[in-house]
């Protein structure tokens, strides 16, 4: 049974940091990009950052560029989003998935969604 279960979102003040966790089982994480995605109340889900299955390549939106990192564990079976100079409008729901390609960093090419960590960046 493929599983991704995320951890580490909370409540963080402007300017401070989080490291989210994606740990997959029932699958071989190896063989599949992943990536991270977000939604906010009343917004629409939308790709935040992926990551290759094979070589370590990211893409990151332009809204998270310089802010957060990407990167995988393959050994423990992980994905990591670490989260940098957080932002009131980082405040979402964050998930993660396993796709193909990780250039195409969208909902409708990723499969597999775990159920979310909340992120909430408020003073």
């Known amino acids: 049974q493929v599983q991704l279960v995320e951890s580490g979102g909370g409540l963080v003040q402007p300017g401070g940091s989080l490291r989210l966790s994606c740990a997959a089982s029932g699958f071989t994480l190896d063989y599949y990009a992943i990536g991270w995605f977000r939604q906010a109340p009343g917004k629409e889900r939308e790709g935040v950052s992926c990551?290759?299955?094979?070589?370590?390549?990211?893409y990151y939106a332009d809204s998270v560029k310089g802010r957060f990192t990407i990167s995988r564990d393959n050994a423990k079976k992980t994905v990591y989003l670490q989260m940098n100079s957080l932002k009131p409008e980082d405040t979402a729901v964050y998930y993660c998935?396993?796709?193909?390609?990780?250039?195409?960093?969208?909902?409708?090419?990723?499969?597999?969604w775990g159920q979310g960590t909340q992120v909430t960046v408020s003073s």
């Open positions: 990551i290759s299955s094979s070589d370590g390549s990211t």
């Open positions: 998935a396993a796709g193909i390609d990780y250039s195409i960093c969208t909902v409708v090419a990723f499969t597999s």
